[in-house]
């Protein structure tokens, strides 16, 4: 599911201009939360709307998983809840003898597969607490996360733990 996703991420931020990357996709993603937090009453909800719209479908038809919304708060607290795991010590050095388990030969691919399924066991650890549970669970949280893309706090915890997870298990 996660490859699907990214693929199909990479494929539409091609078309604006970024690089097919994990740096390309965090570049247009700043700069949609950049874009998201600038705007304002119908503008925000406009768009807002559009983007919750294409991106149900797309989980509906790629995944066979209808959507369902969470309050702001209870989103808030299942990503506090998961992003202070990714950046607890334990974590992080698991994470790193994982990727170095790998061999000094492995690719950024496959050192990424290693992350991707590391972060969904915690992900998938955590959520059940909150009514979302196994792979459709997931699914679930992450299209109802969506709908606050807007919001500062969950943003900045998901950035924050994304570049502390990503420096640690691609590092050399």
Do not use: C
Not at 93 to 121: F, N
């Amino acid at each position: 599911m996660l490859e699907v996703r990214m693929m199909t991420e990479l494929h539409v931020i091609s078309a604006f201009g970024y690089e097919t990357s994990h740096m390309g996709l965090m570049a247009f993603r700043q700069t949609m939360g950049a874009l998201m937090q600038s705007l304002q009453g119908a503008e925000l909800q406009s768009i807002h709307k559009l983007d919750q719209a294409i991106w149900y479908t797309i989980l509906e038809r790629s995944f066979g998983v209808i959507p369902r919304s969470i309050e702001v708060n209870e989103a808030r607290q299942a990503v506090f809840t998961v992003t202070s795991q990714f950046q607890q010590n334990t974590f992080l050095d698991d994470l790193q003898r994982s990727v170095t388990a790998l061999g000094e030969g492995a690719s950024d691919i496959e050192k990424k597969q290693v992350l991707d399924d590391t972060l969904l066991e915690v992900w998938k650890e955590v959520l059940p607490a909150f009514g979302f549970t196994g792979d459709e669970g997931y699914v679930q949280f992450q299209a109802a996360l969506v709908e606050h893309n807007a919001d500062q706090e969950i943003s900045t915890m998901l950035q924050s733990a994304q570049m502390t997870v990503m420096q640690r298990a691609m590092r050399p």
